[in-house]
């Protein structure tokens, strides 16, 4: 069996009370063990009294009260590590924001920018690595020849997709996002009737090979960069449709609470596209020049979360979802530029978050609304260009 380990993994460390938009809050459901259970309830007075009380026996899970954890003190941190140690934490609060996943003979481990503390890590200026390392099959391991074909399949994908991605750290943005996009939109259509072809996932990957091709694709692509009235056209098109469709009435809400002058500026350049065009103009110089590897890391991280999966319909049902959200985040993004002149880093993370927690894990209905629209958005000859005209890269 391979493990595949983002290099994230053995980084991460919680920050608790410090944690601008802290795991402890939201609908999330903390499950129990039955041992974990158990060893609560042996805990002496007080202490027992405290814990006990904020759990649910029947669903043996941790009460939300107000949208957050019962045990969740004012300050942000969490009572049973104030008085009991990291060590009394259940399984579910401790690993979070990593996740493991099993896809035919393949493990991957790696850590969720449902947290902001991981998602600031995409604006570092250095690439994401993983480790390769063969492990002992378990009872995990799927046994179904055909979904193993699938999975070995998309994980050679992937595998070529991150080389490109690693060619030239932080250059050739537009050209990385261009080559993927084309890779991606026809595995779509050789996966929409549930098939798996992969002398023709060769050829196409073949395509791309050899330094000379992919320096000229990268070439002619990069010419894209400075059309950044193109770039803002084409995201204010898409901004005003999805308004209309309600998909950013999911999304806003968030930012009325968080930070309400966010939402000031989306309704000005909503009902001015001069200003918004003019304004994009300067934050995407800006946003490129402080964070040029931010697509690239965005892409290889979705990549690694959202490309494995048992459904071959689903692969392009997951870009979608991942296209309009980097999108989004460059829209509140360049809301925060607009009121300050500057982006800081731990408040960018706090809104990656927040979006990836919306977009990601804001329910089926959300996911099936942006993935029809962007569906719409992408069909036709002029698909991967009307896409590409979507990131700021």
Sequence with gaps: MKQIIMEWVADFSCPGGDCGLTCCTGDWRIILKDEEIEKYDSLPGEIRETICSAIDFDKKELKNHNGKCSLLDED????????????LLSFTCTFFPRIDKVFGNIEQIGVE????????????????????????????????????????????????????????????????VCILLNILLKLQE???DGNVDSEMIERILDSYSGETVVNSFFENCELMKGMYAQHANAIHNVFLETNANSILGDVLPLFKKYRPELIDNLVVWLNNKELFISDYKEYARYFTDKYPMFTEKFLNYSLFISMMGYDPTMLNRRMYVRIY????????????????????????GIIISMIDRTCINGGEKIIDRIYEYMKSYSDGKDGVMNLLLLFTA
């Design 325 to 348: 959200e980097q999108m989004i985040i460059h829209l509140t993004t360049m809301s925060l530029w607009k009121n300050s002149g500057e982006i800081d880093d731990k408040e960018m």
């Design 113 to 176: 920018i449902l947290c902001p503390l991981v998602a600031k890590r995409l604006l570092e200026n250095e690439a994401i690595r993983y480790f390769e390392t063969e492990v002992e099959d378990d009872e995990r391991v799927t046994a179904d020849d055909v979904q193993m074909t699938y999975c070995n399949i998309l994980a050679y994908i992937r595998g070529c997709l991150w080389e490109i991605l690693e060619y030239l750290p932080g250059k050739y943005g537009t050209g990385k």
């Design 76 to 87: 942000g941190y969490c009572k049973i590590v104030r008085m009991c140690g990291e060590e």
């Design 190 to 192: 050789i996966f929409k």
